[in-house]
């Protein structure tokens, strides 16, 4: 019961950070900065935030996009990197780079063939989504790591 909770729980709040993002403009398009992908870095202290995340980018996706091969594929590109940072966890400096790297690839793609902005280069997607990606995960979700483990807050 309590991986369940946890798990909804993360999904609830991947979703409220994400509708926050959104509020500015910045939950999706080829500019995106989710600040929800902070939380890609749970997945150190619960494998419950696997599933948790999966499921809020799941619905994050579906209240914001109606592109199908959005709401797939950039699920998968949040439960590949949930998954990567999971086996990564006990190297705490690697734990978003997953994250980043699934989104980097998959992310791009579905902006540019999916919702065919084909007026912008594939690269320079990948790069702006990319530093979206570095900014929410690797910066925000590094500094939530490390406050985590200063409180030694465990799940």
């Known amino acids: 019961m309590r991986y369940i909770t946890l798990s909804a729980t993360i999904a609830a709040l991947y979703v409220v950070l994400t509708l926050i993002s959104a509020a500015f403009g910045l939950s999706s398009g080829v500019i995106q900065l989710r600040i929800s992908e902070a939380l890609c870095v749970l997945v150190a202290f619960t494998p419950a935030a696997i599933p948790g995340l999966t499921i809020g980018c799941?619905?994050?996706n579906l209240i914001a996009s109606a592109n199908i091969l959005d709401i797939v594929f950039g699920t998968l590109?949040?439960?590949l990197g949930a998954l990567g940072g999971y086996y990564l966890r006990k190297k705490k400096w690697l734990i978003t780079l997953p994250t980043l790297l699934s989104n980097v690839i998959i992310v791009p793609l579905v902006i540019v063939y999916g919702?065919?902005?084909?007026?912008?280069?594939l690269p320079l997607v990948a790069l702006t989504v990319g530093i979206g990606e570095f900014i929410s995960a690797c910066v925000l979700g590094t500094g939530l790591l490390l406050i985590l483990e200063k409180y030694k807050f465990r799940f």
């Open 58 to 60: 799941l619905i994050s």
């Open 77 to 79: 590109a949040t439960f």
């Open 115 to 121: 919702f065919g902005v084909k007026d912008m280069a």
